[in-house]
């Protein structure tokens, strides 16, 4: 009797990350994703929300890396122990990869890059609307020289505007 115990708990011991990953990264989470909607805070909300964006970019890693990450021994044991960083609310995790890491990403317009931009072809059919486009159009239409005119124009309009908004601002302290 003593040796089935014994070796019940071996299997357990050898397979714990099988076993414990599903209940740390799914139930817990889950379980908590739904006390926190049904709270008015929002901080819960966002360690939840914030958690399942983690938890779905682990996710895509491992099925994009997936032959790369078989090779490597301890990768569940790790993906264990960051899920339990990023779950447990003592640690809040998620929040802090989310605040130090994603949202800085995301947030910021200077590292903001449109994935979705998709530079339109030229041909018979369909004309292109952008700026470029338009040049090359009035320049074909009225020559370099009433192109150069009217980048000049556009840029003294400019500086006017400028400069008679800042004597605008002097005159009335605004």
């Not at 966002?46 to 021994?73: C, D, G, H, N, V």
């Not at 990768?75 to 994603?102: D, N």
Request: proline content about 5%; some cysteine.
């Amino acid at each position: 009797m003593r040796s089935g115990a014994a070796s019940f708990l071996k299997v357990v011991a050898q397979n714990f990350d099988v076993l414990a990953g599903p209940v740390v990264s799914l139930v817990y989470p889950l379980y908590a994703s739904i006390r926190a909607i049904e709270t008015k805070s929002p901080e819960d909300d966002r360690q939840w929300l914030t958690y399942w964006i983690l938890y779905s970019m682990m996710t895509l890693f491992e099925l994009t890396f997936a032959k790369l990450i078989e090779w490597i021994p301890i990768w569940s044991y790790a993906k264990l122990i960051a899920t339990c960083w990023l779950v447990i609310p003592y640690f809040s995790g998620a929040a802090y990869v989310y605040e130090h890491y994603v949202r800085p990403f995301y947030v910021n317009p200077r590292q903001t890059v449109n994935i979705w931009y998709i530079p339109r072809k030229k041909d018979i059919f369909s004309r292109s609307d952008d700026i470029l486009t338009a040049a090359e159009k009035y320049i074909e239409e009225n020559g370099p020289e009433a192109f150069e005119k009217l980048i000049h124009k556009a840029d003294r309009e400019s500086k006017s505007r400028s400069s008679s908004n800042m004597f605008y601002d002097d005159d009335h302290g605004y």
